[in-house]
């Protein structure tokens, strides 16, 4: 039988809307072993309860580049090599990569013109970067640590779900 979700997910405090939408993820993946459908699901939350977005998904790794996967927004660029761009940096350091102002990033990668931040979580199962999440704003300085922390810790919680 299909399961119809809904989420009570509040605006309020960023630290309250990641707890909020960690939680709805957790619900909508913990018993779904597919990864594209956790991972289409992810971006789908993210993308209708993260405010000023223009573009919310993940590239996953695939044969040492990251190659296009589920997302909500533009069509985008489907292959990227590590070191390249903000996505290909986060996968190639396994760091979090907060990008204020994308157009001053060496090497940015423009899939959308509109994207004027950015913030890309690689995401790590068994020490070894699997895929990264990304997520882009029209609006410089979009991204805080507070939405790094958010967004580790979604990567976090998927990072089993999607291997």
């Given at each position: 039988?299909?399961?119809?979700?809904?989420?009570?997910?509040?605006?309020?405090?960023?630290?309250?809307?990641?707890?909020?939408?960690?939680?709805?993820?957790?619900a909508?993946?913990?018993?779904?072993?597919?990864?594209?459908?956790?991972?289409?699901?992810?971006?789908?939350l993210?993308?209708?309860?993260?405010?000023?977005?223009?573009?919310?998904?993940?590239?996953?790794?695939?044969?040492?580049?990251?190659?296009?996967?589920?997302?909500q927004?533009?069509?985008?660029?489907?292959?990227?090599?590590?070191?390249?761009?903000?996505?290909?940096?986060?996968?190639?350091?396994?760091?979090?990569?907060?990008?204020?102002?994308?157009?001053?990033?060496?090497?940015?990668?423009?899939?959308?013109?509109?994207?004027?931040?950015e913030?890309?979580?690689?995401?790590?199962?068994?020490?070894?970067?699997?895929?990264?999440?990304?997520l882009?704003?029209?609006i410089?300085?979009?991204?805080d640590?507070?939405?790094?922390?958010?967004?580790?810790?979604?990567?976090?919680?998927?990072?089993?779900?999607?291997?």
């Open positions: 039988m299909a399961r119809m979700y809904q989420f009570d997910i509040q605006a309020g405090e960023k630290a309250e809307l990641y707890r909020d939408i960690l939680s709805a993820l957790d909508l993946t913990a018993d779904e072993p597919d990864a594209v459908a956790n991972m289409a699901n992810a971006a789908a993210l993308w209708q309860y993260l405010p000023d977005l223009n573009w919310a998904g993940f590239y996953r790794m695939v044969a040492g580049e990251l190659v296009l996967g589920p997302f927004g533009k069509p985008a660029c489907i292959r990227i090599a590590l070191g390249a761009g903000v996505c290909g940096t986060a996968a190639a350091t396994g760091e979090t990569q907060l990008v204020a102002d994308v157009h001053a990033f060496p090497g940015h990668i423009a899939c959308d013109a509109a994207s004027a931040s913030l890309v979580v690689p995401i790590v199962h068994g020490g070894v970067v699997i895929g990264v999440l990304d882009d704003s029209p410089p300085s979009r991204f640590a507070e939405d790094a922390k958010g967004g580790e810790a979604i990567a976090a919680l998927l990072a089993a779900r999607i291997a």
